[in-house]
């Protein structure tokens, strides 16, 4: 492709949004499938997402990655919504298509599914799930996990009535994909050890651990933060005591973003060497 050829614009739009790896992960996957794709930052005040979106797509913009605190401001300003960003209620993905109707997705648990299957090589089909968490991440990932017919799900939540909310919203779901779907408090765990164990809360960022029974991890488990950084997390740590084997959400991030790519141009990047780089580049000691 010549240096002079027109791209096509996109960005990720948030709320800080200048520690985004988006732009560095999107330039990837543009020089890796030749697609002309030319992606940035977009800092938006939290009162002004739909101005700026607005402004962003006068000018020529033809997708947006959404993150925080954007992702329900980016749900109410789609014209259409893909089934998984209708049940996360949140969209991670803005498309402008053709006709000026903007598509709105999810792609988060895609991203989650990919990376445990593909990247960490653990199938989901007929596995005992434990999702601790029931908010906005965990919403997001819940039917792309029933879409890969678990044994069962089960969600627990420091307030009982969310999870308990999660297991009713996605019932027929559940009932769909042959899985059990169950939750509520932590007391919900059941004996013996589960398959995977996602935590989807938010405690890693403040070094906080979930509530979860000790006895739910073992040697055969994986133990999931979405959450990731240059070391692991506390959760990942306590799980490595427990015997378990621990991954970060640095994966997720790197696949949900190539799903998005997708929805976008109709051609998915791979994301093993994007991930690969960017995990070199995150444990890499940072310049004095």
Known sequence: MSGNEARDRYAVIGNPVGHSKSPFIHGRFAAQTGEPVDYGHLLAPVDAFVPHVRAFIEAGGRGLNVTVPFKLDAHAFATTLSPRAAAAGAVNTLRVDADGGIYGDNTDGFGLVRDIEVNLGVPLKGARILLLGAGGAARGVVLPMLDRAPHTLTIVNRTAEKAEALVAQFAQAASDAHCRLAGGSARAIEAGQYDVIVNATAGSLDASLPECDDRAFGT?????????????????????????????????????????????????????????????????????
């Open 220 to 288: 055969g488990t994986l133990a999931y933060d979405m959450m990731y950084g240059a070391h692991p997390t506390v959760f990942m740590t306590h799980a490595a005591g427990l015997g378990a084997r621990g991954a970060d959400g640095l994966g997720m991030l790197v696949e949900q973003a190539a799903e998005s790519f997708y929805v976008w141009r109709g051609v998915r990047p791979d994301g093993a060497p994007v991930l690969a780089e960017l995990r070199a580049l995150l444990s890499a000691p940072s310049p004095a």
